[in-house]
């Protein structure tokens, strides 16, 4: 069984421009986990989705920060636009069920210069 | 709101010692509890958990943590450590109550086995 999938591993992108993560879950998890993993740090969640719909965002930065995960499958995390701050590993994880334990994807590290 | 401390942020031990990584956590409402293992420019896995019943839990390759309530702690032991187990490990916590599976994480501790 294939795990979470995640694209691209890395990317370095110039400050004030956009970026995209996207992350495909284990398939028939239902809950979809965005986190993201500041150096020398613990992962901080930004956004769970149960299926389609976005029951926790809370810790998303919602002015520059927007996901979606249409057809409650693959999901996309975008930065627009984004700052040096930003810089940080972003981990997708995906759970059969709400309580279900979390598999996690291997990380898109992004820099911005 | 829960958080977690993992006060050690390194500990280096020599091949075939044993090792004890230290977390602490605390929360209004009953959690679970998990150690996840981040291998260098991978992502994490899961290492063992505690949900209910037993509260000496263990992993497949010889790591153990037991749930101590009253010390709100749940320390990950291993009697014999490999150069393989050198790692970054986080202790993590979610909420019984809501069914949520929003993980708080420690800051991590960097284990490093010396040869």
């Known amino acids: 069984e294939a795990g979470v999938v995640q694209s691209p591993r890395y990317k370095i992108i110039e400050k004030k421009q956009p970026v995209a993560f996207w992350c495909n879950p284990i398939s028939g998890h239902n809950t979809l986990y965005w986190y993201l993993q500041n150096l020398g740090q613990g992962p901080e969640l930004l956004i769970r989705?149960?299926?389609?719909?976005?029951?926790?965002d809370s810790q998303l930065p919602k002015d520059r920060f927007s996901a979606e995960r249409l057809k409650g499958v693959d999901s996309t995390l975008k930065i627009q636009p984004a700052e040096l701050g930003d810089s940080a590993v972003y981990l997708c994880?995906?759970?059969?069920?709400?309580?279900?334990?979390?598999?996690f994807g291997q990380g898109t590290r992004l820099t911005v210069v | 709101a829960q958080s977690v401390t993992q006060l050690d942020s390194q500990v280096p031990v020599f091949e075939e010692a044993p090792v004890e990584l230290r977390c602490n956590y605390s929360s209004s409402v009953s959690v679970y509890l998990f150690w996840y293992v981040q291998y260098p420019n991978q992502g994490l896995q899961l290492l063992l958990k505690?949900?209910?019943?037993?509260?000496l839990v263990e992993s497949i390759n010889g790591f153990e943590a037991e749930f101590n309530k009253s010390q709100t702690s749940f320390h990950l032991r291993k009697p014999s450590v490999h150069i393989s187990d050198t790692a970054e490990y986080f202790c993590?916590?979610?909420?019984?109550?809501?069914?949520?599976?929003?993980?708080?994480f420690g800051t991590g501790t960097r284990l490093t086995v010396i040869p």
């Open positions: 989705y149960e299926n389609e719909e976005a029951v926790d």
């Open positions: 994880a995906s759970s059969p069920r709400t309580g279900g334990s979390a598999f």
């Open positions: 505690y949900l209910s019943g037993s509260t």
């Open positions: 993590a916590v979610s909420e019984v109550q809501t069914g949520a599976n929003n993980l708080f």
